[in-house]
């Protein structure tokens, strides 16, 4: 079977393996499709030491959050491929600040008429995913849309 992509959804956490999920986004876009390159903007929780519940919410300024817009959006526009520009892929860009990115990310495709979302997963197992949380497993769960979890292959330093 074979199926053409045309308004893809990437969520990256701008992380190496958000960058490689976001390579294979662009690979997967037909001729003249859309790439739209999500972050979102978690407010920082203080946690507790003892059992990690949130403690307190650290507030955010606007010059906080103009901040990190600018740094997301400088960061997605290094990884639009030059390659894709034979093929007429267009990239957006979307910055969002919420405390649910699952949510944003099922909400967004809605929006935006995605056909694919393209999600890197760090794949935290025990204690790391209890404390973290599973972003991937959440979008899964929401999706109407077909969702591709990309694993990053890449050595750990």
């Excluded at 959804?9 to 960058?19: A, E, H, K, N, V």
């Excluded at 903007?41 to 959050?65: K, N």
């Excluded at 290094?78 to 600040?97: C, F, K, Q, Y």
């Amino acid at each position: 079977m074979s199926r053409t992509f045309h308004n893809v959804l990437c969520p990256t956490d701008l992380s190496p393996t958000g960058d490689d999920a976001v390579a294979l986004a662009f690979a997967l876009a037909a001729e003249g499709a859309t790439v739209h390159l999500l972050h979102v903007c978690e407010p920082a929780f203080l946690m507790s030491p003892l059992d990690a519940t949130p403690l307190v919410v650290t507030p955010s300024t606007p010059e906080g959050q103009a901040a990190l817009e600018r740094k997301a959006n400088q960061h997605m526009r290094r990884l639009a491929p030059d390659a894709t520009s034979g093929r007429n892929v267009r990239t957006e860009h979307h910055v969002v600040h919420d405390v649910n990115p699952a949510a944003v990310i099922e909400r967004e495709a809605r929006r935006l008429g995605c056909d694919l979302i393209v999600l890197g997963t760090h794949g935290r197992t025990g204690l790391g995913r209890v404390l973290m949380g599973s972003v991937a497993t959440d979008v899964l769960r929401r999706s109407k849309v077909p969702v591709l979890l990309f694993h990053g292959g890449r050595a750990k330093e």
